[in-house]
């Protein structure tokens, strides 16, 4: 699937719910599947700086594409990066750089967050778009 694909299959997931209680509790019970990340992996340069609560964002490039793990002290926070890894984990960089998180406008988080809670939202994403610009460069210069 595309990452726009992937991104309107999260859009319809949430369709269901009529009531921002019950998508809180949707992004909350996605962050308690989040397979905890490997201690090894919450490092100081995997540390998301900007959010509220403590976020770690890895990214390995395998064959072309990259692949993120996330977690996070807070299960909502670890519920909303899921979301993020969701869409654009196993996509190329380009995908990446070129495709915005659309589904951040579409199911209105940003003004049903907290303000911190937004602002580290949009640090998640800047930093999966910086992994995905230093992959690029990294293998321009092969």
Known sequence: MTIIEIQNQIIEEFSVFTDWMDKYGYIIEMGKEVPDMDKSLKTKQNLIQGCQSQVWLHADYIDGKIFFKTDSDAILTKGLAYML??????????DIINTDPFFIEKLDLTHHLSPTRSNGLSSMVKQIKLYAIAYKAKNEQK
């Open 85 to 94: 890894v969701k869409a654009y984990s196993g996509h190329s960089p380009d």
